[in-house]
């Protein structure tokens, strides 16, 4: 069965009202529209914002941060090339504003831009050293590349630059983690929790460190916590399922997967881990069924073909169960237990010679593995 557990670090959005105190006072109408914006972005109502924004522009079209605002509604609503020419406007009418910096890294970085991005976290820095967002987001570049101690320096320095910084901490403890820091990634996480009550992610971080660990009941509670702070959390339903399948509770971890199905409906790995779990309760029909849906959905997935040419096997279906081993063992040479798995249905045929082929092939890979 396939496990995957999901530690990820997510871009830092730079909020809107880091910019009110530049706005210019030349205009006060341009002042109030951009303050209304400002406001309105608090309130996640960005179609307000937007029309404010716009209204401080018209009124003063060398105010600087009002680009700043309208970029950052754009970020947001996942308008990043828009956003990207709102902040080099920003740049030109103002070179030393850090914010458009920070921000435009931003969009430079879901663009998949990131030797801009990283200029620009860089030209923010030096612009404003105790600004943590550009901190976290270097950070974040850093970790993508497996620049560990890199992306760990950015966190810390971020958490010295603003301490409150809930998601500098998280993005530390993740870091942490991976380095098999499991003591200091707890303490990250759960200052991340104290400063942040509904962080999902720092709960579910903390939470995959117990599982690590072997602590599973920590790890559940944790994942149950994670649950609360965001019910519309996938990863959260998926690791309390893993957890719960790993302490024998089948119903329970077919009863997680599914709720991480319907939350995301293509999540391959649940489909196959909740086929998995089915399979444990004697429900073949019913595995065979998410093996099939997980082929559907991604047609080169060996474990999916291994794990549904099991449940084939215990139908008796030895045609069908030989076929999807044979297709496991073509996508993944690698794959013992197929070559075991189809070795058994070989041998119960009668067919003792292709049988041993398949037996030797088994070992000889898990005896490679292990060396």
Known sequence: MKRV???????FMVASFSVMAQAPAANKAAIDAFTKGAEAFKKKDFPNAIINYN?????????????IGRGIVANNQNKYPEALADFNKAITLDPKLADAYANRGISSLKLNKAPEALADFNKAIELDPKMSAPLVNRGILSYGQNKFPEALADFTK??????????AYNQRGVVQSELKKYPEAIADFTKAIELDSKMTDAFSGRGIVAYNQNK??????????????????????????????????????????????ELDPKDIDALINRGSALHKQNKIAEAIADFTKA????PKHATAFGNRGLGYDEQKKYPEAIADYTKAI?????????YYNRGIVLKSLGKTEAAIADFTKARDLKINKAN
Do not use: H, Q, W
């Not at 019910?231 to 089948?250: H, L, M």
């Not at 082929?295 to 991604?298: A, F, L, P, S, V």
């Not at 073509?330 to 197929?338: D, F, Q, S």
């Open 5 to 11: 557990f999901s530690l990820s670090v997510s871009i």
């Open 55 to 67: 209204k401080a522009i018209e009124l003063d079209a060398k105010m600087a941060t009002a680009y």
């Open 158 to 167: 971020a958490i010295a630059a603003d301490p409150k910084d809930a998601i």
């Open 216 to 261: 599973l009941p920590e790890a559940i509670a944790d994942f149950t916590k994670a649950i609360a702070a965001d019910p519309k959390s996938s990863k959260a339903y998926f690791n309390r399922g893993v957890a719960n399948d790993d302490i024998n509770k089948y119903a329970e971890a077919a009863a997680d997967y599914t709720k991480a199905i």
């Open 295 to 298: 082929i559907e959905i991604n």
């Open 330 to 338: 073509e996508l993944n040479p690698n794959l013992a237990t197929a």
